[in-house]
């Protein structure tokens, strides 16, 4: 059973920096494309940072430069570290993953098949 399970969202001030932490369990992480999104109340999730099987990465433009996405194999852990946070990165984030050859890295929420529960980021001005 796929199983993600995010950690590592706080609260923090702006200019602060956290990690956020995603255990996969159920298979390895090696050659499956995985992302962090972000949602808020009432809008739709959006795709932050994403890196496919061979550790290519894309970053969300308003994120570039400031969150770095990436992956441990061996531990089976998707990290989003995140610096310089501003108020409007408060949102929820997830962990996902796309099924085992569905493809590279993506923006797109329906291109994930499993997903963990969320862990909250608030940055305070």
């Known amino acids: 059973q796929v199983q993600l399970v995010e950690s590592g969202g706080r609260s923090v001030q702006t200019g602060g920096s956290l990690t956020l932490s995603c255990l996969v369990s159920g298979y390895t992480t090696t050659n499956y494309a995985m992302a962090w999104f972000r949602q808020v109340p009432g809008k739709e999730r959006d795709g932050v940072a994403t890196?496919?099987?061979?550790?290519?990465?894309r970053t969300l433009v308003s994120v570039e430069g400031r969150f770095t996405i990436s992956k441990d194999n061996a531990k089976n852990i998707l990290y989003l570290q995140m610096n310089s946070l501003k108020p409007e990165d408060t949102a929820m984030y997830y962990c996902?993953?796309?099924?085992?050859?569905?493809?590279?890295?993506?923006?797109?929420?329906?291109?994930?098949?499993?997903w963990g529960q969320g862990t909250q980021v608030t940055v305070s001005i």
């Open positions: 996902a993953s796309r099924s085992p050859g569905a493809g590279g890295f993506s923006f797109r929420e329906g291109d994930y098949t499993y």
């Open positions: 890196i496919g099987g061979t550790g290519l990465t």
